[in-house]
């Protein structure tokens, strides 16, 4: 069931829909995408909508459905964003398009990153620069903390906009999910307030950190395989136990594991 009084992410299905569509690659792809790809555009948080660069949306993508204009975005975060800049480049954006170098602003604000000085932070990512409450992880000093999820969304979309994998960012992101990761427990959550976080998003994480390191062309060990083998059903499906982010619908958790398995 969808969320009272949202649409029903009408960005993350339409950029599903083209990546899936630009991998198929089925007769008349290339022309069923275009409307796609002109709504995605649409719904980028820029100039043609009322937002400036230094606004806290600025380059991002929200939920979809309708322009936002200032000063109300709606829900913004970077898995959404991630998802779009993913759809785009699978679409054939080049990498100096507009679009990509408005997203990275939003990407690199969503970034714990000091390009004068990368030891200061620790190089990974949070969620948002306008939802403050679902940067899951909380606060530590004055910023928000780094967590595994959005760290793992944070390469991939910096990848996507055409960030080289030796890039300083790219490099820190990773550095950050080398360190940290253990198999599907979503790292990043400390004190007894978040303790429900590393299982809740344990097959979204289990996806998107496989493909993370995937790009970054490393060799995954069998943690995270191991753990789904020893959770699938007798049906073939997967289920989370915790129903925080909707993964306890095996229709989400288990696309979520078969992408994570085709990572490995």
């Known amino acids: ?8 992410y009408p960005n993350y299905a339409t950029a599903l829909a083209v990546s899936a569509l630009c991998r198929a690659k089925r007769a008349g792809w290339e022309r069923d995408i275009q409307p796609l790809v002109a709504y995605l555009r649409r719904m980028q948080f820029d100039e043609k909508n009322g937002w400036k660069p230094e606004d806290p949306p600025y380059g991002a993508w929200g939920m979809g459905g309708m322009e936002h204009p200032p000063p109300n975005p709606g829900h913004v975060d970077l898995s959404m964003t991630r998802y779009v800049v993913q759809a785009l480049r699978a679409a054939g954006v080049p990498s100096d398009d507009p679009a990509f170098a408005r997203a990275r602003i939003f990407i690199e604000r969503c970034q714990n990153y000091n390009p004068q000085n990368p030891k200061d932070a620790d190089g990974g990512f949070f969620f948002s620069t306008t939802e403050i409450d679902t940067n899951k992880a909380g606060q530590e000093g004055g910023h928000y903390r780094s967590y595994g999820t959005t760290t793992a969304d944070g390469l991939l979309a910096l990848v996507a906009i055409g960030r080289p994998v030796g890039d300083g960012r790219v490099r820190a992101a990773h550095n950050w999910l080398s360190a940290h990761h253990r198999g599907m427990a979503v790292p990043g959550f400390l004190g007894p307030a978040y303790q429900r976080w590393p299982k809740g998003l344990a097959f979204y994480y289990a996806a998107s950190a496989s493909e993370a390191f995937r790009v970054m062309g ?5 943690s995270v395989a191991d753990s789904l083998k020893r959770t699938q059903r007798r049906d073939g499906s997967w289920a989370n136990a ?11 958790a288990t696309a979520f594991a078969v992408r994570a398995l085709a990572r490995q």
């Open 242 to 252: 915790e129903n925080l982010v909707k993964e306890d619908d095996p229709l989400i």
């Open 1 to 8: 069931m969808m969320d009272p009084g949202l649409p029903d």
């Open 218 to 222: 490393d060799v995954m060990d069998t």
